[in-house]
C-alpha cells in the first residue's frame, strides 16, 4: 500500500533562493556544435550525440534499437510544440511505435481551493522534453538528434513542476506516476531524473509497488543546482534499493563525476555525459524544432541509462527486469568490483546486447 497521510510539504529549503524553476528554461538549440566532433551525421538525416561512443550505443544499435519496449519518463513533462515527441515521433528509421503525453501533477492549491489552471502533459520546464529525447527521441530525416533507444515505445508523465520534487503536489504527483506505471503491463522501464533532498515514504511506497510489478528503474543520483552544491551525495529516491542510481562522468575520466554530478556508494552505474575540455554535454531535444540542445547531470546520465535498458530488453524479450539488470551490471565497466563512489561503472551497450 502507499502511504498518503503524511506531511509533504516539509522539503527544508536551502538559504540561497532556487525559486520553483530548478532545472527548467535552459532547453534551446545550443549554437556552436560542430559535425565530427560534438555529432556524427547517421543516415537518414539524424544526429548522433558525441558521447554514445562511449558506451557503444552504435554497435548496440546494428542488434537492438529498442523496438517493443516501453519506457515511462517521469519529468516536467513533454513539450507539445516539439513534434519529434510527438507527430514525428515515427520518422526514418523509427517505425510503428508509439508516444503518449499523460500528465499526474495536481493543480496548484491554496488552503485547499484550487488557484492555478489545471495541469496538462505539456512541459513547462524544459527538463522533460530533454530527458525524453535522449531516451527516445527519433532517428529520422529531420536533422535531429536521435535517442538511445530510438524504436522504443514512450510514456511522458508531467509529475511536477520543476526537479526539485519539493511541493507536496509534487510528491503527489510522483506518487501517482510510480503508481501510474507500475499497473501497466506494458511498461517495462521507469526512468526518473528528478529528486529530493529528504526521504518521503509515500514515494518509497510507489517505488516498492513498481519493483513488485517487475519494473526495472532508473534514478538520477543527483545534479546541483545550488541547492545541493558540492557536498551532497546520492539524493532520494535514487539512493533506494529498489532503484538504479545513475551519474555521469568524463570522458577523460571514467572515475571523475562531471562538474555538477553527484555520487556515492549507492551509485549503480556511471554515462559518459560531459567532455573535460569544454564541458560540451550530450545532444537533445530542444523545446521545439529540429536544432539539437545540449543536457548535463545525472539527469541525462539517467534517461541514457534507462534508453541503454531499453536496448538490452529489446534483444531479450522474454527477460525479467533481474535478468535485465543483470546483463547491464556483469558487462560494465567495473565488473565484477563495484567502486565505491561510481558503481559499476560506466555501460556498454554492445557487450550487453551479445
Not at 500500500?1 to 534551446?28: F, H, L
Not at 527521441?137 to 530510438?150: E, F, H, K, L, W
Not at 535514487?238 to 545513475?246: F, Q
Not at 539539437?292 to 524479450?317: D, E, H, N, Q
Given at each position: 500500500s502507499?502511504?498518503?497521510?503524511?506531511?509533504?510539504?516539509?522539503e527544508?529549503k536551502p538559504?540561497i533562493?532556487?525559486?520553483?524553476?530548478?532545472?527548467?528554461?535552459?532547453n534551446?538549440?545550443?549554437g556552436?556544435?560542430?559535425?565530427?566532433?560534438?555529432?556524427?551525421?547517421?543516415a537518414?538525416?539524424?544526429?548522433?550525440?558525441?558521447?554514445?561512443?562511449?558506451?557503444?550505443?552504435?554497435?548496440?544499435?546494428?542488434?537492438?534499437?529498442?523496438?517493443?519496449?516501453k519506457?515511462?519518463?517521469?519529468?516536467?513533462?513533454?513539450e507539445?510544440?516539439?513534434?519529434?515527441?510527438?507527430?514525428?515521433f515515427?520518422?526514418g528509421?523509427?517505425?510503428?511505435?508509439?508516444?503518449?503525453?499523460?500528465?499526474?501533477?495536481?493543480?496548484?492549491?491554496f488552503?485547499g481551493?484550487?488557484?492555478?489552471?489545471?495541469?496538462?502533459?505539456?512541459?513547462?520546464?524544459?527538463?522533460?522534453?530533454?530527458?525524453?529525447?535522449?531516451?527516445?527521441?527519433?532517428?529520422?530525416?529531420?536533422?535531429?538528434?536521435?535517442?538511445?533507444?530510438?524504436?522504443?515505445?514512450?510514456?511522458?508523465?508531467?509529475?511536477?513542476?520543476?526537479?526539485?520534487?519539493d511541493?507536496?503536489?509534487?510528491v503527489?504527483?510522483v506518487?501517482?506516476a510510480?503508481?501510474n506505471?507500475?499497473?501497466?503491463?506494458?511498461v517495462?522501464?521507469?526512468s526518473?531524473?528528478?529528486?529530493?533532498?529528504?526521504?518521503?515514504?509515500?514515494?518509497?511506497?510507489?517505488?516498492?509497488?513498481?519493483y513488485?510489478?517487475?519494473?526495472?528503474?532508473?534514478?538520477a543520483?543527483?545534479?546541483?543546482?545550488?541547492?545541493?552544491?558540492?557536498?551532497?551525495?546520492?539524493?532520494?529516491?535514487?539512493?533506494?534499493?529498489?532503484?538504479n542510481?545513475?551519474?555521469?562522468?568524463?570522458?577523460?575520466?571514467?572515475?571523475?563525476n562531471?562538474?555538477?554530478?553527484?555520487?556515492?556508494?549507492?551509485?549503480?552505474f556511471?554515462?559518459?555525459?560531459?567532455?573535460?575540455?569544454?564541458?560540451?554535454?550530450?545532444?537533445?531535444?530542444?523545446?521545439?524544432?529540429?536544432?539539437?540542445?545540449?543536457?548535463?547531470?545525472?539527469?541525462?546520465?539517467t534517461?541514457?541509462?534507462?534508453?541503454?535498458?531499453a536496448?538490452?530488453?529489446?534483444?531479450?524479450?522474454?527477460?525479467?527486469?533481474?535478468?535485465?539488470?543483470?546483463?547491464l551490471?556483469?558487462?560494465s565497466?567495473?565488473?565484477?568490483?563495484?567502486?565505491?563512489?561510481?558503481?559499476?561503472?560506466?555501460?556498454?551497450?554492445?557487450?550487453?546486447?551479445?
Amino acid at each position: 500500500s502507499v502511504r498518503y497521510a503524511e506531511p509533504m510539504a516539509y522539503e527544508p529549503k536551502p538559504a540561497i533562493s532556487t525559486d520553483s524553476d530548478s532545472g527548467c528554461g535552459s532547453n534551446v538549440a545550443e549554437g556552436g556544435l560542430v559535425a565530427g566532433v560534438d555529432y556524427i551525421n547517421i543516415a537518414p538525416n539524424a544526429k548522433q550525440s558525441w558521447n554514445y561512443a562511449y558506451h557503444n550505443i552504435p554497435q548496440a544499435w546494428t542488434k537492438s534499437t529498442g523496438a517493443g519496449v516501453k519506457i515511462f519518463v517521469i519529468d516536467t513533462g513533454a513539450e507539445f510544440d516539439q513534434d519529434n515527441l510527438g507527430s514525428a515521433f515515427n520518422q526514418g528509421n523509427s517505425i510503428g511505435r508509439t508516444v503518449e503525453k499523460i500528465v499526474t501533477l495536481p493543480r496548484s492549491t491554496f488552503l485547499g481551493i484550487p488557484t492555478g489552471s489545471a495541469e496538462t502533459p505539456d512541459d513547462g520546464c524544459g527538463h522533460g522534453t530533454s530527458m525524453a529525447g535522449a531516451a527516445a527521441a527519433p532517428r529520422g530525416t529531420d536533422g535531429a538528434s536521435a535517442g538511445v533507444a530510438y524504436n522504443s515505445n514512450l510514456v511522458t508523465c508531467r509529475a511536477s513542476a520543476d526537479v526539485l520534487i519539493d511541493a507536496s503536489r509534487e510528491v503527489t504527483g510522483v506518487t501517482n506516476a510510480y503508481v501510474n506505471a507500475a499497473n501497466r503491463a506494458d511498461v517495462k522501464i521507469i526512468s526518473m531524473s528528478m529528486g529530493r533532498i529528504t526521504g518521503s515514504g509515500q514515494i518509497t511506497d510507489a517505488i516498492n509497488y513498481a519493483y513488485g510489478k517487475g519494473k526495472l528503474m532508473f534514478c538520477a543520483a543527483g545534479t546541483s543546482f545550488g541547492w545541493t552544491a558540492g557536498w551532497y551525495g546520492v539524493i532520494f529516491p535514487a539512493w533506494l534499493g529498489n532503484v538504479n542510481a545513475v551519474t555521469g562522468v568524463r570522458d577523460n575520466n571514467f572515475n571523475e563525476n562531471c562538474t555538477a554530478c553527484h555520487d556515492g556508494s549507492e551509485t549503480d552505474f556511471t554515462i559518459v555525459m560531459e567532455k573535460a575540455s569544454n564541458e560540451r554535454h550530450a545532444l537533445t531535444l530542444a523545446m521545439s524544432g529540429n536544432a539539437p540542445s545540449t543536457v548535463g547531470g545525472s539527469s541525462v546520465a539517467t534517461a541514457t541509462a534507462a534508453g541503454i535498458a531499453a536496448l538490452v530488453w529489446s534483444r531479450y524479450p522474454a527477460y525479467t527486469s533481474q535478468q535485465v539488470l543483470n546483463k547491464l551490471i556483469s558487462t560494465s565497466r567495473n565488473y565484477p568490483n563495484k567502486n565505491s563512489s561510481y558503481g559499476w561503472g560506466n555501460l556498454n551497450a554492445d557487450a550487453a546486447t551479445n
